[in-house]
């Protein structure tokens, strides 16, 4: 069992990797407002196409499927319940409520790579072929969130420090939903795996449109928006059919 639980955590060191990797280089380029807008719907594309293409349609198999759906709901409701978090802490330490935005869309990033850590160790489970290509399908998917996220967060005041501490801290969500997946996850009923990732979806889509999508017109934006929006599904459509 330790070596299977090795391995899913070599796994998902890939996706995680590549989300750092993009916070990295937002760190190392100058980021225009329109830049940072594209990226954003970029990234918006490709987490609504995780939820489409992979979170639910799996969900949605569950029996009775109302159960998933509802769960789907639930995942909305803790977004609300996630930002009315951020605006307490922001309340008691004083922050601007100009990084409400960028921290929820950070908390938004780190669900998804939570949500991702939970299929690479249940897949790995199942098969670990298949946990090896779920974790390599998500690498090119998760590199534009991260740059996405952390160019979000140079539009604040928060030293250049703190963002390459949050950037590296990207790894813990991941492996904590690897964990969950692969040991807590591993003999639980499949309508309650299938729920927790319908959870995630829910609290996912919220981040898109409710911040992902508002931070992206907060400044100079591009025509290109709606393009480059689409582009991110069709790119995880793409890494969705011929990697997973």
Do not use: C
Request: aromatic fraction near 6%; avoid cysteine; charge should be negative.
């Amino acid at each position: 069992m330790l070596e299977g639980f090795a391995l899913v955590l070599a796994l998902a060191a890939l996706p995680a990797a590549g989300n750092s990797l993009g916070g990295l280089a937002a760190e190392t380029f100058d980021v225009s407002e329109r830049a940072l807008s594209l990226s954003l719907h970029l990234a918006a594309g490709i987490v609504l196409a995780v939820v489409g293409l992979e979170l639910m349609p799996e969900a949605l198999s569950g029996n009775p499927p109302w159960v998933p759906i509802a769960a789907f709901v639930a995942g909305g409701a803790a977004f609300i319940g996630l930002e009315r978090a951020i605006g307490y802490v922001q309340a008691r330490t004083g922050a601007s409520e100009e990084s409400k935005g960028p921290l929820a869309i950070y908390s938004g990033v780190s669900i998804d790579l939570f949500s991702d850590g939970v299929m690479i160790g249940t897949g790995t489970v199942i098969n670990p072929a298949l946990g090896l290509l779920l974790a390599l399908g998500q690498v090119p998917a998760d590199v534009p969130e991260g740059f996405a996220s952390v160019a979000t967060l140079r539009r604040t005041n928060m030293t250049r420090r703190t963002r390459i501490l949050l950037s590296l801290s990207f790894a813990l969500p991941i492996m904590a939903g690897a964990t969950l997946g692969y040991f807590a996850l591993r003999d639980a009923p499949d309508l309650l795996t299938l729920s927790v990732l319908a959870v995630t979806g829910g609290a996912l889509t919220s981040v898109v449109v409710e911040e992902m999508l508002t931070e992206a017109h907060e400044g100079e934006t591009s025509r290109l928006g709606p393009v480059a929006l689409t582009a991110g599904f069709a790119i995880f459509a793409l890494i969705s059919i011929y990697v997973g």
